[in-house]
């Protein structure tokens, strides 16, 4: 039995390495990783950031990040949901993106798949996904209080390490005379 215990303990220790070896070859990113650094951000586009207000729509991706490891924090915004659990979302760079506020474009938005039904509290919980980047044009249903609105991402990770964050390191906070402004999420 004491063997078994010590097999069981090697194997531990192997997944170990192999978890902390792929975390360190992950890399953090934030939202202008995603986009053309020629693209205006958010702020310089006269808030929100749509993609009707770009040349190019919004539908150029950054391919140098196809099949890395990402971390990328953002807002939750639920596509397939039973109750509080998730099982597929939207991240946006901040929050009223899509539903209350226009669409941002394609190359700021992520569908997320989470590798086990991640339990939201409320939408546009803040939250940091862990997965591999696939860019990829994909479209989904968003089911909002007027009816079904159509989303473009631009990226999915499927099989996301979902966590809860206490704020997004480069989020686009609304202008305080903003009628969304009630939106921006407080820091605890």
Not at 14 to 40: C, F, M, N, Y
Not at 67 to 94: H, N, S, T
Not at 119 to 132: L, N, S
Request: proline residues 9%.
């Amino acid at each position: 039995m004491n063997n078994r215990l010590g097999t069981g303990a090697i194997i531990a220790a192997v997944l170990g390495l192999a978890v902390s070896h792929v975390s360190a070859e992950t890399a953090h990113i934030l939202w202008k990783d995603l986009r053309p650094a020629t693209q205006a951000i958010a702020e310089d586009a006269n808030l929100p950031m749509i993609a009707a207000k770009l040349p190019d729509h919004g539908e150029t991706l950054s391919l140098n990040l196809q099949d890395k490891a990402i971390q990328l924090a953002g807002y939750a915004l639920p596509v397939d949901r039973d109750g509080d659990l998730v099982y597929q979302f939207l991240l946006v760079p901040w929050t009223g993106a899509c539903s209350h506020m226009p669409t941002p474009p394609p190359n700021q938005i992520v569908l997320v798949t989470p590798a086990h039904p991640y339990k939201m509290k409320e939408a546009y919980d803040p939250v940091a996904i862990t997965g591999v980047l696939q860019p990829g044009m994909e479209k989904s249903q968003l089911f909002i209080l007027d009816g079904v609105s159509i989303v473009q991402s631009g990226y999915t990770v499927r099989r996301a390490e979902v966590a809860s964050v206490d704020s997004v390191p480069d989020t686009v906070t609304l202008p305080v005379n903003s009628p969304w402004s009630f939106l921006n999420k407080k820091k605890n």
